[in-house]
Protein backbone atom coordinates (compact mmCIF):
# COMPACT_ATOMS: atom_id res chain seq x y z
CA UNK A 1 0.00 0.00 0.00
CA UNK A 2 1.37 3.24 -1.01
CA UNK A 3 2.14 6.43 1.83
CA UNK A 4 0.64 9.99 1.62
CA UNK A 5 1.03 12.64 3.51
CA UNK A 6 -1.16 15.30 3.16
CA UNK A 7 -0.54 19.20 5.05
CA UNK A 8 -3.91 21.31 5.14
CA UNK A 9 -6.14 17.97 6.18
CA UNK A 10 -8.53 19.87 7.33
CA UNK A 11 -9.21 22.47 4.84
CA UNK A 12 -11.66 22.17 1.81
CA UNK A 13 -9.11 19.96 -0.44
CA UNK A 14 -7.15 18.32 1.84
CA UNK A 15 -10.19 17.65 3.87
CA UNK A 16 -11.92 15.71 0.74
CA UNK A 17 -8.26 14.37 -0.15
CA UNK A 18 -7.87 12.80 2.88
CA UNK A 19 -11.23 10.66 3.09
CA UNK A 20 -10.55 10.08 -0.95
CA UNK A 21 -7.07 8.46 -0.71
CA UNK A 22 -8.33 6.65 3.26
CA UNK A 23 -11.37 5.27 0.36
CA UNK A 24 -8.76 3.84 -2.07
CA UNK A 25 -6.49 1.95 0.27
CA UNK A 26 -3.65 4.74 1.02
CA UNK A 27 -2.29 4.89 4.15
CA UNK A 28 -2.70 8.68 5.22
CA UNK A 29 -0.62 10.59 7.21
CA UNK A 30 -3.10 13.66 7.51
CA UNK A 31 -1.90 16.72 9.38
CA UNK A 32 -3.82 19.54 10.13
CA UNK A 33 -2.90 23.10 10.59
CA UNK A 34 -2.83 22.25 14.73
CA UNK A 35 -1.15 19.51 13.79
CA UNK A 36 2.11 20.92 12.03
CA UNK A 37 2.45 24.59 10.90
CA UNK A 38 3.87 24.66 7.53
CA UNK A 39 6.41 27.62 8.57
CA UNK A 40 8.10 24.57 11.03
CA UNK A 41 10.60 23.21 8.71
CA UNK A 42 12.15 21.10 11.33
CA UNK A 43 9.27 19.31 12.47
CA UNK A 44 8.05 18.84 8.54
CA UNK A 45 11.03 16.96 8.42
CA UNK A 46 11.18 14.83 11.18
CA UNK A 47 7.37 14.09 10.59
CA UNK A 48 8.24 13.18 6.66
CA UNK A 49 11.40 11.43 7.42
CA UNK A 50 9.38 9.13 9.92
CA UNK A 51 6.38 8.64 7.71
CA UNK A 52 8.32 7.70 4.61
CA UNK A 53 5.75 8.77 2.52
CA UNK A 54 5.78 7.87 -1.17
CA UNK A 55 3.91 10.93 -2.23
CA UNK A 56 3.68 14.26 0.13
CA UNK A 57 0.52 17.24 -1.25
CA UNK A 58 0.38 20.79 -0.19
CA UNK A 59 -2.78 21.60 0.76
CA UNK A 60 -2.32 23.82 3.54
CA UNK A 61 -2.37 27.72 2.63
CA UNK A 62 -2.93 31.49 3.74
CA UNK A 63 -6.25 31.24 1.76
CA UNK A 64 -7.78 34.95 2.96
CA UNK A 65 -7.06 36.55 -0.24
CA UNK A 66 -8.45 40.36 1.11
CA UNK A 67 -6.57 40.09 4.19
CA UNK A 68 -3.54 38.85 2.54
CA UNK A 69 -3.61 42.64 1.59
CA UNK A 70 -2.90 43.82 5.07
CA UNK A 71 -1.00 41.34 6.60
CA UNK A 72 1.19 40.30 3.54
CA UNK A 73 4.44 38.68 6.02
CA UNK A 74 1.83 36.25 7.40
CA UNK A 75 0.32 35.55 3.62
CA UNK A 76 4.47 35.37 1.96
CA UNK A 77 5.52 33.16 5.26
CA UNK A 78 2.55 30.08 4.62
CA UNK A 79 2.46 30.58 1.11
CA UNK A 80 6.41 30.83 0.10
CA UNK A 81 8.15 30.21 2.94
CA UNK A 82 5.71 27.02 4.29
CA UNK A 83 5.59 25.95 0.58
CA UNK A 84 9.63 25.62 0.66
CA UNK A 85 9.26 23.61 3.56
CA UNK A 86 6.96 20.75 2.80
CA UNK A 87 8.80 20.55 -0.66
CA UNK A 88 11.99 20.41 1.28
CA UNK A 89 10.67 17.80 3.95
CA UNK A 90 9.15 15.57 0.88
CA UNK A 91 12.81 15.46 -0.87
CA UNK A 92 14.28 14.97 2.59
CA UNK A 93 12.69 11.98 2.93
CA UNK A 94 12.93 10.79 -1.30
CA UNK A 95 9.76 11.77 -2.01
CA UNK A 96 7.70 13.58 -4.66
CA UNK A 97 5.42 16.69 -3.83
CA UNK A 98 1.86 18.08 -5.12
CA UNK A 99 1.66 21.24 -4.52
CA UNK A 100 -1.70 23.44 -4.66
CA UNK A 101 -1.68 27.13 -6.76
CA UNK A 102 -4.24 29.59 -8.00
CA UNK A 103 -5.53 31.30 -10.96
CA UNK A 104 -4.45 34.71 -9.12
CA UNK A 105 -1.10 34.24 -10.32
CA UNK A 106 -1.94 35.29 -13.62
CA UNK A 107 -3.36 39.45 -14.40
CA UNK A 108 -6.20 38.55 -15.84
CA UNK A 109 -5.90 40.92 -19.04
CA UNK A 110 -5.90 37.52 -21.00
CA UNK A 111 -8.62 36.81 -23.35
CA UNK A 112 -8.62 33.08 -23.68
CA UNK A 113 -7.61 30.53 -21.12
CA UNK A 114 -3.92 30.17 -19.73
CA UNK A 115 -2.40 27.39 -20.23
CA UNK A 116 0.58 26.72 -17.55
CA UNK A 117 2.99 27.78 -19.47
CA UNK A 118 1.12 31.27 -19.78
CA UNK A 119 2.82 34.49 -18.56
CA UNK A 120 2.54 35.21 -14.87
CA UNK A 121 2.00 38.55 -13.33
CA UNK A 122 -0.25 38.90 -9.93
CA UNK A 123 -2.55 41.61 -9.46
CA UNK A 124 -2.81 40.87 -5.54
CA UNK A 125 -0.94 40.08 -2.71
CA UNK A 126 -2.24 36.58 -2.41
CA UNK A 127 -1.34 35.99 -5.75
CA UNK A 128 2.32 37.11 -5.50
CA UNK A 129 2.64 35.09 -2.41
CA UNK A 130 1.28 32.16 -4.09
CA UNK A 131 3.34 32.47 -7.35
CA UNK A 132 6.61 32.92 -4.53
CA UNK A 133 5.61 29.82 -3.29
CA UNK A 134 5.72 27.71 -6.91
CA UNK A 135 9.07 29.23 -7.05
CA UNK A 136 10.26 28.10 -4.17
CA UNK A 137 8.88 24.97 -4.52
CA UNK A 138 10.61 24.41 -7.57
CA UNK A 139 13.98 25.21 -6.45
CA UNK A 140 13.82 22.56 -3.40
CA UNK A 141 12.33 19.93 -4.73
CA UNK A 142 13.23 18.74 -8.54
CA UNK A 143 10.14 15.99 -8.25
CA UNK A 144 6.72 18.40 -8.12
CA UNK A 145 3.32 18.67 -9.44
CA UNK A 146 2.50 22.33 -9.21
CA UNK A 147 -1.59 22.00 -9.74
CA UNK A 148 -3.33 25.44 -10.31
CA UNK A 149 -6.83 25.37 -9.61
CA UNK A 150 -9.53 28.22 -9.19
CA UNK A 151 -13.23 29.64 -7.28
CA UNK A 152 -13.28 26.19 -5.31
CA UNK A 153 -16.01 25.44 -3.81
CA UNK A 154 -17.48 22.45 -1.15
CA UNK A 155 -20.26 21.19 0.86
CA UNK A 156 -17.43 22.28 3.90
CA UNK A 157 -15.57 25.29 4.88
CA UNK A 158 -16.03 29.17 3.68
CA UNK A 159 -16.63 29.20 -0.18
CA UNK A 160 -19.07 30.60 -2.55
CA UNK A 161 -21.68 28.07 -2.71
CA UNK A 162 -22.29 27.99 1.03
CA UNK A 163 -22.30 32.12 1.16
CA UNK A 164 -24.49 32.15 -1.47
CA UNK A 165 -26.81 29.80 0.01
CA UNK A 166 -26.49 31.09 3.98
CA UNK A 167 -27.50 34.92 2.12
CA UNK A 168 -30.00 33.29 0.31
CA UNK A 169 -31.80 32.04 2.77
CA UNK A 170 -31.98 35.90 4.82
CA UNK A 171 -32.07 38.42 1.72
CA UNK A 172 -34.72 38.62 -1.26
CA UNK A 173 -32.02 40.15 -3.02
CA UNK A 174 -28.63 39.72 -3.78
CA UNK A 175 -26.06 42.07 -5.77
CA UNK A 176 -23.31 39.95 -7.77
CA UNK A 177 -20.02 40.55 -9.77
CA UNK A 178 -21.04 40.04 -13.33
CA UNK A 179 -17.62 41.07 -14.92
CA UNK A 180 -15.41 38.82 -13.52
CA UNK A 181 -14.68 35.31 -15.41
CA UNK A 182 -13.37 32.25 -14.31
CA UNK A 183 -14.14 28.36 -14.13
CA UNK A 184 -15.74 27.50 -10.38
CA UNK A 185 -14.00 23.93 -9.44
CA UNK A 186 -15.30 21.93 -6.67
CA UNK A 187 -12.61 20.81 -4.31
CA UNK A 188 -14.02 16.75 -4.46
CA UNK A 189 -13.53 16.88 -8.13
CA UNK A 190 -10.14 18.32 -7.56
CA UNK A 191 -9.25 15.62 -4.98
CA UNK A 192 -10.23 13.09 -7.28
CA UNK A 193 -7.78 14.93 -9.81
CA UNK A 194 -5.00 15.26 -6.96
CA UNK A 195 -4.70 11.58 -6.50
CA UNK A 196 -4.86 10.40 -9.75
CA UNK A 197 -1.67 12.78 -10.15
CA UNK A 198 -0.51 11.20 -6.63
CA UNK A 199 -0.48 7.52 -8.04
CA UNK A 200 0.83 8.87 -11.29
CA UNK A 201 3.91 10.49 -9.85
CA UNK A 202 4.80 8.05 -6.80
CA UNK A 203 5.80 5.57 -10.33
CA UNK A 204 6.86 8.39 -12.66
CA UNK A 205 8.64 11.58 -11.44
CA UNK A 206 9.23 12.84 -15.18
CA UNK A 207 5.23 13.97 -14.63
CA UNK A 208 6.87 16.81 -12.85
CA UNK A 209 5.93 20.35 -13.56
CA UNK A 210 3.48 22.81 -13.85
CA UNK A 211 -0.32 22.17 -14.46
CA UNK A 212 -3.84 23.47 -14.35
CA UNK A 213 -7.35 21.45 -12.72
CA UNK A 214 -11.01 22.89 -13.36
CA UNK A 215 -14.20 21.98 -14.02
CA UNK A 216 -15.18 22.74 -17.11
CA UNK A 217 -17.20 25.93 -18.60
CA UNK A 218 -16.59 29.38 -17.34
CA UNK A 219 -18.98 32.08 -16.30
CA UNK A 220 -18.81 35.11 -14.31
CA UNK A 221 -19.96 34.92 -10.19
CA UNK A 222 -22.97 36.19 -11.30
CA UNK A 223 -23.73 33.57 -13.35
CA UNK A 224 -22.15 31.52 -10.80
CA UNK A 225 -24.71 32.53 -8.35
CA UNK A 226 -28.18 32.22 -10.43
CA UNK A 227 -26.95 28.20 -11.41
CA UNK A 228 -26.64 28.11 -7.35
CA UNK A 229 -30.10 28.97 -6.74
CA UNK A 230 -31.36 27.50 -9.66
CA UNK A 231 -29.92 24.20 -8.79
CA UNK A 232 -31.43 24.40 -4.69
CA UNK A 233 -34.92 25.59 -6.90
CA UNK A 234 -34.93 22.50 -8.68
CA UNK A 235 -33.96 20.29 -5.41
CA UNK A 236 -36.84 21.92 -3.35
CA UNK A 237 -35.71 25.22 -2.01
CA UNK A 238 -38.78 27.06 -1.33
CA UNK A 239 -37.05 30.91 -1.04
CA UNK A 240 -34.34 31.96 -3.37
CA UNK A 241 -33.59 35.28 -4.02
CA UNK A 242 -33.56 37.07 -7.04
CA UNK A 243 -29.87 37.47 -7.89
CA UNK A 244 -28.75 41.13 -9.87
CA UNK A 245 -25.56 41.56 -11.88
CA UNK A 246 -23.49 44.40 -10.89
CA UNK A 247 -19.91 45.69 -11.88
CA UNK A 248 -16.64 45.11 -9.72
CA UNK A 249 -16.44 48.73 -9.40
CA UNK A 250 -19.68 48.43 -7.21
CA UNK A 251 -18.15 45.54 -5.27
CA UNK A 252 -14.98 47.36 -4.04
CA UNK A 253 -12.25 44.56 -2.12
CA UNK A 254 -9.10 45.24 -0.38
CA UNK A 255 -7.66 42.59 -3.32
CA UNK A 256 -7.91 43.92 -6.65
CA UNK A 257 -8.94 40.10 -8.65
CA UNK A 258 -7.74 38.76 -12.11
CA UNK A 259 -10.95 40.12 -14.35
CA UNK A 260 -10.24 36.68 -16.67
CA UNK A 261 -9.15 33.64 -15.13
CA UNK A 262 -9.80 30.93 -17.27
CA UNK A 263 -7.28 27.72 -16.58
CA UNK A 264 -7.12 25.56 -19.92
CA UNK A 265 -6.91 22.27 -18.31
CA UNK A 266 -5.56 20.45 -21.57
CA UNK A 267 -2.36 19.41 -20.74
CA UNK A 268 -3.72 18.15 -17.46
CA UNK A 269 -6.33 15.76 -18.96
CA UNK A 270 -3.21 14.37 -21.24
CA UNK A 271 -1.03 13.58 -18.59
CA UNK A 272 -3.23 12.18 -15.97
CA UNK A 273 -6.62 11.03 -18.49
CA UNK A 274 -8.62 13.09 -16.66
CA UNK A 275 -11.68 14.82 -18.04
CA UNK A 276 -13.51 17.50 -16.11
CA UNK A 277 -17.39 17.15 -15.69
CA UNK A 278 -18.77 20.67 -16.48
CA UNK A 279 -18.52 23.23 -13.51
CA UNK A 280 -22.43 23.21 -13.31
CA UNK A 281 -22.97 19.05 -12.67
CA UNK A 282 -20.49 19.61 -9.91
CA UNK A 283 -22.37 22.62 -8.44
CA UNK A 284 -25.58 20.51 -8.16
CA UNK A 285 -23.91 18.01 -5.90
CA UNK A 286 -22.80 20.43 -3.60
CA UNK A 287 -25.47 22.53 -3.41
CA UNK A 288 -27.43 18.73 -2.87
CA UNK A 289 -25.37 17.46 0.00
CA UNK A 290 -25.29 21.80 1.18
CA UNK A 291 -29.00 22.20 1.85
CA UNK A 292 -29.14 17.72 3.12
CA UNK A 293 -26.90 18.88 5.66
CA UNK A 294 -28.15 22.18 6.48
CA UNK A 295 -31.66 19.90 6.96
CA UNK A 296 -29.80 17.47 8.79
CA UNK A 297 -28.50 19.76 11.03
CA UNK A 298 -31.70 21.56 11.83
CA UNK A 299 -33.25 18.19 12.97
CA UNK A 300 -30.79 17.50 15.69
N1 LIG B 1 -10.38 28.53 -2.22
C1 LIG B 1 -10.20 28.84 -3.50
O1 LIG B 1 -11.10 29.37 -4.17
C2 LIG B 1 -8.90 28.51 -4.19
C3 LIG B 1 -8.77 28.83 -5.55
C4 LIG B 1 -7.58 28.51 -6.19
C5 LIG B 1 -6.56 27.87 -5.51
N2 LIG B 1 -6.71 27.59 -4.19
C6 LIG B 1 -5.60 26.91 -3.51
O2 LIG B 1 -6.04 25.60 -3.22
C7 LIG B 1 -5.41 25.12 -2.03
C8 LIG B 1 -6.44 24.60 -1.08
O3 LIG B 1 -7.35 25.66 -0.81
P1 LIG B 1 -8.63 25.46 0.10
O4 LIG B 1 -9.59 26.52 -0.31
O5 LIG B 1 -9.01 24.02 0.12
O6 LIG B 1 -8.01 25.88 1.48
P2 LIG B 1 -8.69 26.09 2.91
O7 LIG B 1 -10.02 25.42 2.98
O8 LIG B 1 -8.55 27.55 3.24
O9 LIG B 1 -7.68 25.25 3.78
C9 LIG B 1 -6.36 25.64 3.96
C10 LIG B 1 -5.88 24.91 5.18
O10 LIG B 1 -4.53 25.32 5.43
C11 LIG B 1 -4.39 25.49 6.82
N3 LIG B 1 -3.28 26.37 7.13
C12 LIG B 1 -3.23 27.72 7.05
N4 LIG B 1 -2.02 28.15 7.47
C13 LIG B 1 -1.31 27.05 7.82
C14 LIG B 1 -0.02 26.84 8.35
N5 LIG B 1 0.80 27.88 8.60
N6 LIG B 1 0.37 25.57 8.60
C15 LIG B 1 -0.45 24.53 8.37
N7 LIG B 1 -1.69 24.65 7.88
C16 LIG B 1 -2.12 25.91 7.61
C17 LIG B 1 -5.72 26.08 7.27
O11 LIG B 1 -5.87 25.89 8.64
P3 LIG B 1 -6.59 27.04 9.52
O12 LIG B 1 -7.92 27.26 8.89
O13 LIG B 1 -6.61 26.44 10.89
O14 LIG B 1 -5.68 28.24 9.42
C18 LIG B 1 -6.70 25.26 6.44
O15 LIG B 1 -7.08 24.07 7.09
C19 LIG B 1 -4.59 26.29 -1.52
O16 LIG B 1 -3.26 26.14 -1.95
C20 LIG B 1 -5.19 27.51 -2.18
O17 LIG B 1 -4.25 28.55 -2.34
C21 LIG B 1 -7.86 27.88 -3.52
Same mark, same amino acid.
Given at each position: ????LVTG ?22 L????ADITDARLLADVARKFRP?VVVN?AA ?14 MAVNRDGARNVASAAASAGAPLIH ?32 AGEAAVADENPSHVI ?35 ? %???? +????? /??? &? ?5 ? =???P #??A ?67 ? %???? +????? /??? &? ?5 ? =???? #?
Amino acid at each position: MKRILVTGAAGMTGSELCEQATAAGWIVLPLTHADADITDARLLADVARKFRPDVVVNAAAYTAVDRAESEPDVAMAVNRDGARNVASAAASAGAPLIHISTDYVFNGEGRIPYDPDARTGPVGVYGKTKLAGEAAVADENPSHVIVRTSWLFSHRGSNFVRTMLRLGAERDELRVVDDQVG %RPTS +STDLA /TAL &LKVAGAI =ADNP #TLAGVYHFANAGETSWFGFAEEIFEQAKSLGERHVPRVVPIPTSEFPTPARRPAYSVLDTTSFSKRFAVEP %RSWQ +SAVRD /TVA &LTLRNSL =ARAH #T
